[in-house]
């Protein structure tokens, strides 16, 4: 009995490391960007098996080469027109992103995701007509290129494309507006036995909704569950992932293969964006996923958004969005998580990876508050570099005047690299060698980035970055004159 017991615990500790793996979302909109190939050690060390690229970038192909890594290449929304308008274009790109290394390169690419959540609302309509003619012409183009079986298809969805009229997943169908461009994409997928990709965040329901309850955005258990046909959601992944199913059962696809492409929750940026929160998440998502949800049982396929963070992406969602990371940007992770193969609680973290000297700019001991130069000066920063973890409820929240200041100055000073001239405030600023961090409030120190490594593709990297900012502090200095 008890040997049963142990030899079935065996087979899903099996079932769970090898059919189980979560994957992680693997973007580059960073200033100092992990070399590729310190990141396919990290997601090796930490036991990811597999990553969802947002573009199809040739460093960071040729880094999974030979890997092993599972891999989804991107195609951004922007070149949905052309790839739509074009079969040679569909063609040169498959050839070029995709032949070229799964052949030569032997990287393992199973899926080609063709833009990223290109009906969001907020895009006003802008990608509706392109985004099916162009999944056509990848389709067609794979085929053509002997890859249909190996490769598939799919279009990575927010789950704003479907709705519910009440809070039970079984009043779910697709948003009115692209109803029938829907129902046309998923047959297009289920003729081409290709996946259905959605992107869920219950940290937005949270974000949009100050009254949005707490404990329903996570896996612990909910006070006021809602039942639906019988079936009970205490989480609002579950009901949301059900609300897709039973948009898609609806319309005669109750089958299809639903991959959730993005997931996670954010450490910064937000009062509800913090390591407690998203490590309670992360994991939280990571034990349940195995058991799959009330219409669908069973492992769901899924990828953490995301790996590390990026500190060049776009705060227009808010000033969260450079906090998805798991890990931070220089690959340290940020708290524990057990993730893929591993059985350890703690990510491993990238190794190889240089600092530049210890050294920080700060707002200057005998500088005037009331100086007329620091307005200006704090949000020619903060325009500049990232100033995402100052505010209400963030890691720097508690900064008093002068502690915000300085964290601008030396948020803009790091990402120029420590160039004398990016801490030229006038008569404000000065660099230390004391590290100013107080608490959770951490002023980093940048990395150094692959162009401080010889022999490789980023060798003309550091020259650009020291013109740019040469010609910021340039423009400081006429600035200030
Ligand atoms: C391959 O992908 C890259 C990155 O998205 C893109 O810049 C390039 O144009 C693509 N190549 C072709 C031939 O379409
Ligand atoms: C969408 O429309 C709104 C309101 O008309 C506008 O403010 C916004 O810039 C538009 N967005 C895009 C991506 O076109
Ligand atoms: C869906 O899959 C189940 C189990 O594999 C199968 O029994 C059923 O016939 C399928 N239904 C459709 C509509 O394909
Ligand atoms: C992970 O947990 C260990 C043991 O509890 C602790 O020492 C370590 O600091 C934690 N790591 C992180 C990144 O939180
Ligand atoms: C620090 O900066 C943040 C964000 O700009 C602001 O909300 C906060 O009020 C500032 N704190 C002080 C003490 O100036
Ligand atoms: C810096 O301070 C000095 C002396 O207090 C003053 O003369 C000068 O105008 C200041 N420079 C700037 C750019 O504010």
Same mark, same amino acid.
């Given at each position: 009995m008890k040997y049963g017991?142990?030899?079935? &615990?065996? !087979?899903?500790?099996?079932?769970? %490391?090898?059919v189980q793996s979560i994957g992680g979302n693997w973007g580059t909109q960073a200033t100092h960007p992990l070399h590729p190939t310190i990141v396919v050690k990290l997601l090796k060390d930490n036991g990811i098996q597999k990553v969802k690229l947002f573009d199809a970038e040739a460093t960071v192909l040729n880094a999974l080469s030979g890997s092993g890594i599972e891999v989804m290449v991107g195609i951004p929304n922007?070149?949905?027109?052309?790839?739509?308008n074009s079969v040679e274009a569909a063609e040169r790109w498959v050839e070029r992103n995709v032949s070229a290394h799964v052949s030569s390169n032997s990287v393992d690419i199973r899926y080609v995701a063709v &833009? +990223? #959540?290109?009906?969001?609302?907020?895009?006003?309509?802008?990608? #509706?007509?392109?985004t099916l003619p162009a999944l056509q012409n990848i389709q067609a183009a794979l085929i053509k290129a002997g890859?249909?079986?190996?490769?598939?298809?799919?279009?990575?969805?927010?789950?704003?494309?479907?709705?519910?009229?009440? #809070?039970?997943?079984?009043?779910?169908?697709?948003? @009115? +507006?692209?109803?029938?461009?829907?129902?046309? =994409?998923?047959?297009?997928?289920?003729? +081409? *036995? @290709?996946?259905?990709?959605?992107? =869920?965040?219950?940290?937005? /329901? !949270?974000?949009?909704?100050?009254?949005?309850?707490?404990?329903?955005?996570?896996?612990? *258990?909910?006070?006021?569950p809602i039942v639906d046909n019988g079936r009970t959601y205490t989480n609002v992944f579950d009901a949301n992932y059900d609300t897709l199913v039973w948009a898609l059962q609806k319309n005669g696809f109750g089958n299809m293969t639903i991959i959730v492409g993005e997931i996670g929750w954010p450490t910064d940026g937000d009062r509800n964006a913090n390591i407690g929160y998203a490590q309670k998440f992360n994991q939280g998502f990571m034990s349940h996923m195995n058991g799959g949800t009330p219409m669908r049982p069973g492992p769901i396929d899924a990828y953490l958004f995301s790996l590390i963070d990026e500190d060049a992406k776009s705060i227009q969602p808010g000033n969260f969005e450079r906090h998805w990371g =798991?890990? %931070?940007?220089? *690959?340290?992770?940020?708290?524990?998580?057990s993730v893929g193969g591993s059985n350890s609680r703690s990510l491993v973290? @990238?190794? %190889?990876?240089?600092?530049?000297?210890?050294?920080?700019?700060v707002l200057s001991p005998s500088a005037n508050l009331d100086?007329?130069?620091?307005?200006?000066?704090?949000?020619? @920063?903060?325009?500049?570099?990232?100033?995402? /973890?100052?505010?209400?409820?963030?890691?720097? *929240?508690?900064l008093d005047a002068r502690g915000n200041i300085s964290y601008a100055f030396n948020s803009y000073y790091q990402i120029n690299n420590q160039l004398e001239s990016a801490c030229r405030?006038? +008569?404000?600023?000065?660099?230390?060698?004391?590290?100013?961090?107080?608490?959770?409030?951490?002023? %980093?120190?940048?990395?150094q980035t692959a162009g401080n490594q010889r022999n490789d593709g980023f060798l003309l990297e550091p020259i650009r970055v020291q013109i740019l900012g040469f010609l910021s502090a340039l423009l400081l200095l006429l600035y200030w004159s």
């Open positions: 017991l142990a030899v079935r &615990g065996f !087979l899903l500790f099996l079932m769970v %490391n090898t922007d070149m949905l027109s052309t790839l739509a &833009g +990223n #959540e290109p009906f969001l609302s907020t895009y006003n309509g802008t990608f #509706e007509a392109m890859l249909g079986n190996r490769v598939k298809v799919t279009v990575p969805l927010n789950a704003d494309v479907y709705q519910s009229s009440t #809070e039970q997943p079984s009043t779910g169908d697709f948003r @009115a +507006n692209i109803h029938d461009l829907m129902v046309q =994409i998923v047959s297009f997928l289920s003729l +081409n *036995g @290709a996946p259905f990709t959605v992107n =869920i965040y219950p940290f937005i /329901s !949270l974000y949009k909704d100050p009254n949005f309850p707490v404990d329903y955005a996570f896996f612990d *258990g909910y006070s006021s =798991i890990f %931070n940007y220089d *690959g340290t992770p940020k708290y524990n998580l973290p @990238a190794s %190889n990876v240089h600092y530049l000297p210890k050294r920080w700019c100086d007329p130069q620091v307005a200006p000066s704090v949000s020619y @920063a903060c325009d500049r570099a990232d100033c995402t /973890s100052l505010g209400y409820g963030t890691s720097c *929240g508690n405030f006038p +008569n404000l600023s000065v660099i230390t060698t004391t590290d100013p961090s107080v608490g959770t409030c951490r002023f %980093n120190i940048m990395i």
